[in-house]
């Protein structure tokens, strides 16, 4: 039986946060700009969270914060949920664990 898109995306929505990050940045780990780009950008798939306050009748601005994975993904708990800020590379970044990477220059850093 052939898996299908259907079948990939009733999957995914069945994931804890951590398990679909994981899994949606491991299966884009590799992607790359289009050829026309690749000599003159550098370009990372990022996901994240776009938030705003409910209370402002819908004019607040929004903020992002980007899903930063674990530096060391073993000893790290199944279901444990993005709690984690900090900031790296001039943008908020959220995750489960305290020690994590930059998920724009690779680098480790650390969340509270």
């Known amino acids: 039986m052939q898996t299908t898109q259907d079948d990939v995306i009733a999957w995914l929505r069945q994931q804890s946060d951590k398990r679909f990050f994981e899994t949606v940045y491991e299966a884009a780990r590799d992607r790359k700009p289009d ?3 690749e000599g003159w950008l ?8 776009a938030r705003r306050d409910k209370l402002s009748d819908g004019n607040a601005p929004w ?3 980007v899903v930063a994975l674990p530096r060391d993904s073993r000893n ?3 279901d444990e949920v993005p709690a984690e800020a900090g900031s790296h590379c001039g943008h908020a970044l959220i995750s489960w664990a305290k020690e994590i990477r930059c998920p ?3 680098t480790d850093t650390y969340a509270t």
């Open 63 to 65: 903020s992002v914060e």
């Open 35 to 37: 050829a026309l780009d």
């Open 104 to 106: 724009f220059c690779g």
């Open 42 to 49: 550098e370009s990372h798939v990022i996901l994240g969270y």
């Open 76 to 78: 790290q708990p199944a």
